[in-house]
């Protein structure tokens, strides 16, 4: 397989972020409301993720050890508000849905860990392509839960109805904040899948609670991943 179609195929399917590696749970489960915004907040977060690679990537061989992490989110931190003023701009409301996860995407654990465990190590178009995967993965997902949660909380898809008010009667827990149930159903599926001999990828990030084999780890003690 082409390496960059691996860097897509990887991102979108084998190590999706959401429904996979099951990372950036905290505005999975915040802003999937609805299909609307789960498809925004996926998209900024790509646009975010891929440019914040191609920096990352290009500089590798010039920023220090010592002051990685800290450049890194200077980079991410520039681009994050680069987005917000041009989402605040172009589209105000969904800007406004999405509120504080906008500039909260700085310290998203997707975009930290890919820069730490890909882009810090590899050529640029590569870094791109693991970017647009990732960030496409996690649009995917987010786009997915919110049309899942839409349909059952309001009876609507990118809020058109599509269901009647005259028969069904909407579940409204689905499109508040909470969701921890989407974290119960990953873990059926998980499940399921270890037992057919073919086990997903292991959840990666805080969520694993592992942090002696967490590769993203060097973020939260300063120091370098061997």
């Known amino acids: 397989m082409n390496k960059y179609v691996e860097r897509l195929f990887n991102g979108i399917i084998k190590e999706n972020p959401t429904f996979v590696l099951m990372l950036g749970m905290c505005p999975t489960l915040a802003v999937t409301t609805s299909a609307e915004n789960g498809l925004g ?21 010039v920023i220090p050890d010592g002051v990685r992490m800290p450049a890194y989110i200077v980079i991410v931190a520039s681009l994050v508000t680069m987005v917000e003023f041009i989402m605040k701009a172009y589209t105000p409301d969904l800007a406004t849905k999405l509120g504080v996860y906008i500039p909260l995407i700085v310290v998203n654990c997707i975009i930290l860990g890919r820069a730490e465990s890909y882009a810090s190590k590899n050529p640029v178009v590569p870094s791109i392509f693991d970017g647009i995967g990732m960030g496409l993965g996690f649009t995917v997902g987010l786009t997915c839960i919110g049309i899942i949660r839409e349909i059952l909380g309001a009876g609507q898809i990118f809020g058109a109805q599509v269901l009647s008010l005259d028969w069904f ?24 899948m270890d037992a057919k001999g073919k086990p997903l990828a292991k959840p990666s990030g805080c969520i694993s609670g592992d942090c002696a084999s967490c590769g993203q780890s060097a973020m939260c003690t300063g120091k370098k991943a061997e």
């Open 41 to 61: 907040m996926g998209l900024s977060t790509t646009v975010v993720l891929v440019f914040a690679n191609l920096l990352i990537s290009a500089f590798r061989k």
């Open 169 to 192: 009667t909407p579940i409204t827990i689905f499109v508040m904040a909470p969701g921890a149930f989407l974290v119960a159903a990953m873990n059926v599926v998980r499940a399921k």
